[in-house]
T-cell receptor, first 111, second 110 residues
Framework: QQQVKQSPQSLIVQKGGISIINCAYE??????FPWYQQFPGKGPALLIA?????SEKKEGRFTISFNKSAKQFSLHIMDSQPGDSATYFC??????????FGEGTQLTVNP | EAQVTQNPRYLITVTGKKLTVTCSQN?????MSWYRQDPGLGLRQIYY???????DKGDVPEGYKVSRKEKRNFPLILESPSPNQTSLYFC?????????FGPGTRLTVL
């Protein structure tokens, strides 16, 4: 049972466009929602994270929007660049340091 | 350099031949875990360890074993590998909420 559902599975955008990846969760006990970025041949690395007491967090071109009532959160990449091409995973913290991950989104930014 | 290392990076083996994938971290983290990554399924946790001699099952533990005798090492053991364990495996260690991943081990079981 996937506790964190992620969509779309793949996404193609043009350089300069906005990339949007969505995640939905069911467990209201989740208390920390990170996004990880993974380049081919590498392990995932933390990109940005949010707690449920805020609705938005922005770091550079990357923004997380969080809707607690809908149990949804999304990653927005503004001015997408070819270097942003990677696989993105949303996740949710269950307890201690345990994370439950979404299925992943393969983003391709065309030049 | 702070890092998580895994060995081997690539491994092809046959059904039933015991193997161990090593994982080591130099950040003095207490929490370590193993994940497998499969297309369309994301990262699924196999086992995790809160500290030395403390391990627990994750979401997909069947067919795997782990041990945590030292803080820095957390090996993953497949005592009788099967083709459905063909996957990309990641070890991770954690400081507070952030998990630091190793480079991955691509395992093929024939």
């Amino acid at each position: 049972q996937q506790q964190v559902k992620q969509s779309p599975q793949s996404l193609i955008v043009q350089k300069g466009g906005i990339s949007i990846i969505n995640c939905a969760y069911e467990n209201t006990a989740f208390d920390y929602f990170p996004w990880y970025q993974q380049f081919p041949g590498k392990g995932p690395a933390l990109l940005i994270a949010i707690r449920p007491d805020v609705s938005e967090k922005k770091e550079g071109r990357f923004t997380i929007s969080f809707n607690k009532s809908a149990k949804q959160f999304s990653l927005h990449i503004m001015d997408s660049q070819p270097g942003d091409s990677a696989t993105y995973f949303c996740a949710a913290r269950t307890s201690g340091s345990r994370l439950t991950f979404g299925e992943g989104t393969q983003l391709t930014v065309n030049p | 350099e702070a890092q998580v290392t895994q060995n081997p990076r690539y491994l092809i083996t046959v059904t039933g031949k015991k193997l161990t994938v090593t994982c080591s971290q130099n950040m003095n983290h207490e929490y370590m875990s193993w994940y497998r990554q499969d297309p369309g399924l994301g990262l699924r946790q196999i086992y995790y360890s809160m500290n030395v001699e403390v391990t627990d099952k994750g979401d997909v533990p069947e067919g795997y074993k782990v041990s945590r005798k030292e803080k820095r090492n957390f090996p993953l053991i497949l005592e009788s590998p099967s083709p459905n364990q063909t996957s990309l495996y990641f070890c991770a260690s954690s400081f507070r909420y952030e998990q630091f991943f190793g480079p991955g081990t691509r395992l093929t079981v024939l």
